[in-house]
């Protein structure tokens, strides 16, 4: 047969190059965008939860302000020198000793019943007209707080400063120790502590990461914000979240620039008189996945150098690997022109020397097998590429998964220094624990707060280190809770409760507790902040609620307190118990002819006499006015209440001897028993004895009357 010279064809080294350049194109091309879903998607949640720990910080900073101004309105109201002021200088005096401590409280005043401005630091607006102003006639029913607002009486007043003017209100109705009216206090909180406070927050991330802090009204207008921002107003998706109550972050796009904001509503966690605030902090999107984006462009540089590498590597190999078939088929074309032609012995590798060989054995019988060597050839070509392909895939892989691993790290390093520089830079002390409550973080406010150096700590349990011992199983059982069933009492929640330092000393703070899941974990921040003084302060109140200002006896609101526990103790013990209502006859009389600083004086004299005549274990309170409750406890018959109500006339029949004048008066007692099997309400009680006192009056004054179903009443002269 005649040689036909073949058609022009491919290479065997150009396709062998051609398929794995293609192969690892494809490859690196796959690989590069899994990589940047999870790398972006990893990069915004890190920033997400940044800026939603700064959005929470801000929130609980404003929340933590308010209340305490709540607090410092509502101790200033109950103050006798405010309360029963004689002059402006004596109610100016309290005035400007808060003002002094709290320098953000730009101006306090009190304000007469008529809107008269009757003292204020600074003598500032003394005598103005403030009836207007919305503290002032919006006041009633206790303490309340009112909204952001600019200056008026007070813009020309007050010392110039960079910012504006900017004030929230809180106000309190102000009665004297008589009960009558006294005005409003009123307290201006200067707006500049918000700012300070937004500053403070954004420190650490400002500059390097274009973070803004927002506080918006609920109306939309900004309160706090970046400059020229303020006082206008802001329709973002995140408001309207945090509005709702709401926490998180988001990505939005305002005014044409896309961000990633974090969210939170002030307010939320407040008992009393508060403001509910949106608090956004939004960074540029672009920022935010800065680092994303410089990975992506390595990723993609990475991707171009190792297709290239590895196509110029497989070229080498296709080309070294295809160069014995080339020989081959150079001798086969020679041996088709030529029969005599020898074909050669190739032996690079064992299957191009075991093709030869068959070729040379059997050249006079190529014409038959040609079919079967093509397909031999054929199946050649197809187990070198697919090993060709397997090793540069591998090789890739392995490339690959090193250079991420890499990435990866130093993500996760870049991005733990930045939370580790916020929180060790945090006002309240900050602990991370894992689901066993082992403690793995500890910035250095918590080192302040409770004594225990940071290295200290780590591995150790919290509920053992800080909490007293009966809180530590239930504070375990509702960790345990909230990891098996995602529900908790104590997760997500802001509660005051004692905590131990390490010197023992038990302190009060007040604690929230955030999660933050893991793939295969779980991961509890815990914020502490100390209210040791804000209990101490409520105590104080507490106390001056429960007794009356006069007289330094129990008032009608600590008798209610302490009625139901003596009526349980007679039950359980089985002793009866008295009520005496005790009214004096003739008081008014030594009102009219003396004054009432005369029967003041006298009110005074009469609480020591009858302290003096009952056991230190009865109780003796003021109603009001002239009016006086005894309760007597653990008596063995009537008699022994009536023999004291006898006692008590004879004290009461003793003259009074005032800086007025010596007077001599009588009193009438009225006297319920209470056996302690009856199923009687306290308020009947009193309402018994008090019926009682009236009817002893009327059966003439300076008697005792026992009530109806006791005993029968024995007057006394």
């Avoid at 130093?410 to 939370?419: D, G, M, Y």
Wanted: hydrophobic share 45%; glycine share 6%; aromatic share 6%.
């Amino acid at each position: 047969m005649p040689y036909t010279p073949a058609p022009h064809r491919p290479r065997l080294t150009s396709m062998i190059t051609l398929s794995i350049s293609a192969t690892v194109l494809v490859t690196v091309l796959a690989l590069t965008g899994l990589i940047d879903h999870f790398a972006r998607n990893y990069a915004q949640r890190q920033s997400a939860v940044r800026l939603q720990q700064i959005a929470w910080q801000m929130r609980d900073s404003l929340d933590r302000r308010m209340r305490a101004a709540v607090s410092d309105v509502s101790f200033l109201a109950q103050l006798p020198e405010v309360r029963d002021a004689r002059s402006p200088a004596e109610a100016r005096m309290a005035l400007e000793s808060l003002q002094a401590t709290e320098p953000d409280y730009a101006w306090i005043g009190l304000a007469r019943p008529d809107g008269l401005v009757f003292a204020a630091t600074g003598k500032t607006l003394e005598g103005a007209d403030v009836s207007g102003r919305n503290w002032f006639h919006d006041s009633s029913g206790g303490v309340k707080v009112f909204d952001y607002h600019p200056a008026m009486l007070l813009a020309e007043k007050l010392p110039q400063h960079p910012d504006p003017w900017r004030f929230v209100d809180i106000a309190s109705p102000v009665a004297g120790s008589d009960g009558t009216p006294r005005g409003v206090l009123a307290v201006h909180l200067s707006w500049n502590w918000a700012r300070r406070m937004a500053r403070t927050l954004l420190a650490p991330v400002r500059d390097q990461y274009q973070t803004e802090i927002f506080v918006v009204r609920d109306d939309g207008m900004i309160l706090l914000g970046p400059q020229g921002m303020e006082e206008k107003t802001i329709a973002a998706q995140s408001f309207h979240e945090a509005m709702a109550g709401r926490n998180g972050a988001l990505v939005e796009t305002v005014d044409g620039q896309r961000y990633l904001t974090g969210y939170a509503m002030t307010g939320a966690n407040i008992e009393g008189p508060s403001l509910k605030w949106a608090v956004l902090v939004r960074q540029p999107y672009a920022m935010a996945l800065a680092d994303f984006r410089a990975l992506q462009g390595t990723i993609a540089a990475a991707g171009i150098v190792l297709t290239l590498l590895l196509g110029t590597l497989g070229w080498l190999f296709a080309r070294h690997m295809a160069r014995p078939l080339h020989r081959l088929s150079v001798a086969i074309e020679r041996h088709s022109l030529d029969r005599s032609a020898r074909i050669p012995i190739v032996s690079d590798f064992h299957e191009m020397h075991l093709l030869s060989s068959t070729l040379a054995a059997n050249a006079e019988r190529e014409q038959r097998h040609l079919e079967a060597l093509h397909g031999l050839n054929e199946s050649l070509e197809r187990t070198v590429g697919e090993r060709t392909t397997e090793l540069a895939a591998k090789a890739e892989q392995l490339q690959q998964a090193l250079e991420r691993q890499q990435q990866i790290q130093l993500q996760l390093q870049e991005s733990e220094a930045e939370l580790r520089a916020m929180l060790h830079n945090a006002n309240d002390a900050f602990i991370a624990i894992d689901e066993r409550a082992l403690i793995l973080e500890w910035n250095e406010q918590a080192e302040r707060l409770l004594g225990w150096r940071r290295s200290e700590t780590f591995g150790k349990s919290l509920p053992e280190l800080l909490l007293v011992e009966d809180m530590r199983a239930s504070w375990l059982s509702e960790l345990a809770r909230f990891v098996a069933s995602g529900e908790s009492e104590l997760i997500n929640h802001r509660r005051d409760m004692p905590v131990l330092r390490r010197d023992g000393e038990e302190i009060a703070v007040e604690i929230s507790i955030g999660h933050v899941p893991r793939r295969n974990s779980h991961l509890f921040v815990v914020f502490m902040h100390d209210i040791t003084e804000r209990k101490m302060l409520h105590a104080s109140l507490e106390g001056m609620a429960n007794r009356d200002t006069l007289t330094d006896l129990p008032n009608r609101r600590a008798l209610m307190q302490t009625m139901p526990e003596a009526v349980a103790r007679a039950r359980r013990i089985g002793k009866p118990l008295a009520v005496f209502f005790l009214d004096l006859d003739g008081f008014k009389g030594v009102n009219d002819a003396y004054g009432h600083d005369a029967g003041d004086e006298l009110l005074r004299l009469l609480a020591h006499r009858i302290v003096g005549t009952v056991r230190r274990t009865d109780t003796v309170a003021r109603l009001a006015g002239d009016e006086f409750v005894v309760l007597l406890e653990m008596l063995s018959s009537a008699d022994d209440a009536i023999e004291v109500a006898a006692k008590l006339l004879a004290q009461l029949r003793q003259p009074f001897v005032l800086r007025a004048a010596t007077v001599s008066l009588s009193g009438s007692i009225g006297i319920a028993l209470h056996e302690p099997d009856a199923n009687e309400a306290i308020g009947a009680l009193l309402s018994r004895a008090d019926s009682a006192m009236y009817q002893a009056k009327r059966l003439g004054k300076n008697c005792y009357c026992v009530a109806a179903g006791d005993t029968a009443n024995s007057p006394s002269a």
